[in-house]
């Protein structure tokens, strides 16, 4: 710079002669001028809203731990725009086993400073140990941003099934009539799924359960055993209650004592007709009233005044009245009715 200014100088004064003052001015000139053509100066600050967007994701990477087969857990995953431009996410895709999002849906546009939250899902279905990512695709100066995954699966831990008593006792039922007495499920150590039920036999019915039946940890169903004996005597057999569990299926007995049925018949016995000649009696029967239609119920005449009934039925009853006949057959007003009750089985 120096020498291109001296050689500026130099030419002037040759052709203005050597005017002191003059030449001054002429340098003071140079100076400025060649300043000013030499310098290259600082370029004007860009305005934020030329820079390029960039995304950040909170947090960096998402883990999960000791998630049980078959269930799943969450976590909520956040990306900013944190340029000076709007972005816009063309993509967000979850890989690796067991990986998803939901909750969002794309293209999203954020503009500077904007953010928006999405959930990561882990749902595994084997034990281990597993990696993934998340992939978010934008026109951001980052277009790739990856978020690293990982997660561990456990086992389910089996819960255990037990029936309360294992025995149940219905009692003594009469043959042809039904008893109940209920038990219970609990399950203990995880909820337990109840499928089916499988009783020997065909005296001992089981019901009170919707199959599938799930029993939560630390809870109880309740059924009922209907027993209806077909004969006299104790009758036992096993009930099979098959679940998800590791001791399964779960054994139950059933049992129950058949009794016969009692038989019941009606005694009469009246006051003998003293009319002459008298022979029998006969004895009519109503079972819809003692003013129903009567029928009469001896086979031939009876010559006592007494009869058995032993055609009866249990919680019936029955109206009753006699005649009495005599040689030459002609029969006689009948007789105030009278009722008997059959006892219920």
């Keep these: 710079m120096q020498a291109n200014r001296k050689q500026f100088v130099n030419s ?11 030449v001054a001015v002429i340098v003071g000139l140079a100076v400025l001028t060649g300043c000013q053509g030499l310098s290259t100066g600082k370029p004007a600050a860009q305005s934020p809203q030329g820079l390029t967007g ?16 078959g269930t799943s857990q969450s976590q909520t995953e956040t990306v900013t725009n ?6 816009t996410i063309s993509q967000i895709a979850a890989s690796g086993t067991g990986f998803s999002v939901s909750g969002v849906s794309t293209p999203i546009t954020l503009t500077p400073g904007q953010s928006a939250s999405f959930s990561v899902n882990f ?15 934008s026109n951001a100066s980052n277009s790739n ?35 109940t007495q209920t ?14 039920v499988n009783v020997g036999g065909s005296e001992f019915v089981v019901s009170g359960l919707a199959f599938p039946v799930t029993i939560p940890a630390g809870q109880s169903a309740t059924f009922t055993v209907t027993f209806t004996p077909q004969t006299s005597g104790v009758a036992s057999v096993s009930a099979f209650l098959a679940s998800n569990t590791a001791n399964s299926p779960t054994i139950a007995t059933l ?17 003998a007709d003293s009319s002459p000649n008298v022979v029998g009696y006969n004895i009519y029967r109503s079972s819809n009233g003692a003013n129903g239609n009567y029928v009469k119920i001896n086979s031939g005449l009876d010559a006592n005044p007494s009869y058995m009934d032993s055609s009866v039925t249990d919680g019936q009853t029955y109206y009753y009245e006699t005649t009495a006949v005599n040689s030459s057959n002609e029969e006689s007003a009948r007789s105030t009715p009278v009722g008997a009750v059959i006892p219920p089985p």
């Design 12 to 22: 002037r004064l040759t052709r203005l002669g050597s005017g002191g003052a003059v």
């Design 54 to 69: 960039g995304l950040t994701a909170a947090p960096a990477s998402v883990t999960f731990g000791n998630v049980t087969i």
């Design 82 to 87: 944190s340029g000076g431009t709007s972005t």
């Design 123 to 137: 749902a595994p279905e084997s034990a281990g140990s597993f990696s993934g990512s998340v992939a978010i695709t």
């Design 145 to 179: 941003l990856t978020i690293g995954l990982s997660g561990s699966a456990t086992a389910q831990s089996q819960g255990q099934l037990s029936v309360n008593p294992t025995t149940i006792s219905v009692g003594s039922v009469t043959v042809g009539t039904s008893g």
């Design 183 to 196: 038990g219970t499920l609990s399950a203990t150590g995880a909820s337990v799924v109840v499928s089916s």
């Design 255 to 271: 049992t129950g004592t058949g009794i016969a049925a009692p038989v019941h018949v009606v005694n009469l016995s009246w006051n």
